[in-house]
C-alpha cells in the first residue's frame, strides 16, 4: 500500500504530485487543513513509496490511489474517522468537541492510518493451529455488506471469504459517544472442522511524548480479575507482560486519552504487550521506524467446530 499522509476533518482532498515528487512536496498547501480532509500519498516508486515498484500505466497508479479512499466512514456528534476496507482496520479516528489548544481549529487526533510514522490504529482478526487455513490479514479486502456508513442508527458489516469458502463477518456498532461493538463470525461451509481464534489488538508505531508527571501515568494499562495493572513504556523495554483473565479490559493511555478494548466478559481471554524493536514490515511495504507498543488479547481456543459466533 502507497504511503500516505492524512491530516484535516472536512471534504476529502486528494493531492497528487508530479515526476520525482512526494507527499512532502505539499507542506505548504497543509493549511487548507482547516476546510478539507487532506489526503497526500507518495505514488510508487517516489519519496516515502520509494521502495515500491513504479506502474507501468496511468490507470495503475489511479487503481494504487484509489485503495487509500477504500473506507467506511464513522461518524456521531462527538466523533468521526473511518475504517479501512483493507484489513477492516480502525485507524482514523477524531473528536468532533475538543481542539489541541483553547483557542486552536485543529480537533485532537486519537487515531492514525497505518502507513504513518505516529500510526496508531485498532486491528482484529483470527489465528488457527491449522496452518493450511487461509485467514484475514492487515491486507486482506474486506467487502462492505448494506450500509457504508457506521453511526449509531446504522451498523455496517463486513465480510471477507477465503479460498476454502469460509465466511468471515465482521458486524460494527457505534453509540452515541465514543464506544464501537465488535460482533466477530465464522461461516463454514465446507466438510471439515478447524480451530478458531478471534482476538483485537491496538498497535503504536511509535514511543509518543510522554510528560513524566509522577502522578499521571502513561502507557499500558488494564484492569484483569478486578485489579489494576498500569505498565510504563519503560517498564515494557525491561520486561514481557502476560496474563490471562476471566473479566477486564486492556488498553494504552496518553496524558488525556485513552484507546481501550474490552473483550466478551463471558470468555476468558489472554493479554499480553509485545515490543518491536527492529525495523518492520507494516502492511505491504517496509518502514524504517519502529512498531514500538502492540496491544492483543485473544480469547480461549474453540475446538473443533465448524463455526463461530
Not at 487532506?38 to 490511489?65: C, D, F, K, R
Not at 453511526?151 to 465482521?170: C, D, M, S, Y
Request: aromatic residues 12%; negative net charge; contains cysteine.
Amino acid at each position: 500500500m502507497l504511503s500516505y499522509k492524512k491530516i484535516g476533518t472536512g471534504y476529502p482532498l486528494v493531492l497528487i504530485h508530479g515526476y520525482l515528487g512526494g507527499q512532502s512536496m505539499w507542506k505548504y498547501q497543509e493549511e487548507l487543513e482547516n476546510d478539507y480532509g487532506l489526503i497526500m500519498p507518495s505514488l510508487a516508486g517516489y519519496g516515502e513509496s520509494s521502495h515500491m515498484i513504479a506502474p507501468s500505466t496511468i490507470q495503475e497508479n489511479a487503481n494504487q490511489v484509489f485503495e487509500l479512499l477504500d473506507y467506511l466512514k464513522i461518524e456521531n456528534n462527538n466523533i468521526i474517522g473511518s475504517i479501512s476496507l483493507k484489513g477492516a482496520i480502525i485507524d482514523d479516528l477524531i473528536f468532533k468537541k475538543y481542539t489541541t489548544e483553547l483557542n486552536s481549529n485543529q480537533n485532537v487526533i486519537l487515531l492514525n492510518p497505518t502507513s504513518m510514522e505516529e500510526g496508531y490504529f485498532v486491528e482484529s482478526g483470527w489465528s488457527s493451529t491449522d496452518k493450511n487455513i487461509e485467514l484475514p490479514n492487515n491486507s486482506s479486502i474486506w467487502t462492505a455488506r448494506g450500509n457504508n456508513k457506521l453511526t449509531p442508527n446504522n451498523p455496517v458489516v463486513l465480510e471477507w471469504i477465503n479460498k476454502q469458502g469460509i465466511i468471515f463477518t465482521n458486524t460494527y456498532q457505534l453509540d452515541e459517544r465514543y464506544l464501537v461493538k465488535l460482533n466477530q463470525k465464522i461461516e463454514n461451509k465446507s466438510d471439515s472442522t478447524f480451530d478458531f481464534y478471534p482476538y483485537a489488538q491496538i498497535i503504536r508505531n511509535t514511543k509518543p511524548e510522554v510528560t513524566n508527571f509522577y502522578i499521571l501515568h502513561e502507557g499500558m494499562l488494564g484492569v484483569f480479575n478486578d485489579e489494576l495493572e498500569e505498565q510504563d513504556y519503560d517498564d515494557i523495554n525491561e520486561k514481557k507482560f502476560s496474563v490471562n483473565s476471566s473479566a477486564g479490559w486492556l488498553g494504552i493511555t496518553d496524558k488525556y486519552w485513552i484507546t481501550a478494548l474490552v473483550p466478551d466478559k463471558n470468555k476468558n481471554f489472554k493479554s499480553f504487550i509485545r515490543i518491536y524493536n527492529q525495523p518492520c514490515k507494516i502492511e505491504e511495504h517496509y518502514s524504517f521506524y519502529k512498531r514500538c507498543k502492540v496491544l492483543k488479547y485473544t480469547t480461549r481456543p474453540l475446538y473443533k467446530r465448524k463455526g463461530y459466533d
